[in-house]
């Protein structure tokens, strides 16, 4: 089974710290991503990986960074945690292929920002 | 820029009956890809259902099937004989085809519930 892991279920953070949020996929996918999911909102692509080293901004990167060094780990980093920014995050991975390659999901982190 | 839209907020539906969840988007290609994910409650998100816009037969999946009507820039998924296991969150997807970035635009996703 194809597995995308994020390191905390629930995370309690107060306002200013830095955040790490750690995903690692085992697969060997070439794409990477983080999202946020709000009530209403749906998801919404923080910022995408499609190699080492390499990323994009997504639609909402503003107060977010991203680290790729190896692969299979992709890391949303808050840099100053804002109330603003309590939500759940998604990490997700997929082959580059053209269309309707199926994503896969981890399972979710749920951060509060106090 | 493309838009996925779901205006069900939230649904029901008696366990066995049939349910269709609504979703419309807006684009100006002619190449692109439509998803339907399912998230359980606290469970990770996974694929239910694909569409590929060229391909005019509709999708089905055993008990899960679509409506695509590509004129209309509508996609609905129809459950069938639903079950409590289709407890879960629906958000429909899209992807250009041309795109090998798997970035997909997602709707604002509804909520179902099946009754016993």
């Known amino acids: 089974d194809v597995k995308v892991t994020q390191s905390s279920r629930y995370l309690v953070k107060r306002t200013g710290e830095k955040v790490f949020l750690e995903c690692v996929q085992d697969?060997?996918?070439?794409?990477m991503f983080w999202y946020r999911q709000d009530p209403g909102l749906g998801l919404r692509l923080i910022y995408f990986s499609y190699d080492v080293k390499m990323k994009e901004k997504g639609d909402i990167p503003e107060g977010y960074s991203v680290s790729r060094e190896k692969k299979e780990r992709f890391s949303l980093i808050l840099e100053s945690a804002s109330t603003n920014q309590t939500s759940m995050y998604l990490c997700?991975?997929?082959?580059?292929?053209?269309?309707?390659?199926?994503?896969?999901f981890g399972q979710g982190t749920r951060l509060t920002v106090v | 820029a493309q838009t996925v839209t779901q205006s069900q907020p939230e649904m029901s539906v008696q366990e066995a009956e049939t349910v269709t969840l609504s979703c419309t988007y807006d684009t100006s290609e002619s190449n692109y890809y439509l998803f339907w994910y399912k998230q359980p409650p606290s469970r990770q998100m996974i694929l239910v259902i694909r569409q590929e816009a060229y391909k005019q037969q509709n999708a089905t999946e055993n008990r899960f099937s679509v409506n695509f009507q590509k004129a209309a820039k509508s996609f609905s998924l129809k459950i069938s004989d639903s079950q409590l296991g289709d407890t879960a969150m629906y958000f429909c997807a899209f992807i250009r085809g041309s795109s090998n970035t798997g970035k997909l635009i997602f709707g604002q996703g509804t909520t179902l519930q099946v009754k016993p």
């Open positions: 997700a991975s997929s082959l580059p292929r053209p269309g309707g390659t199926e994503a896969f």
């Open positions: 697969m060997d996918h070439e794409n």
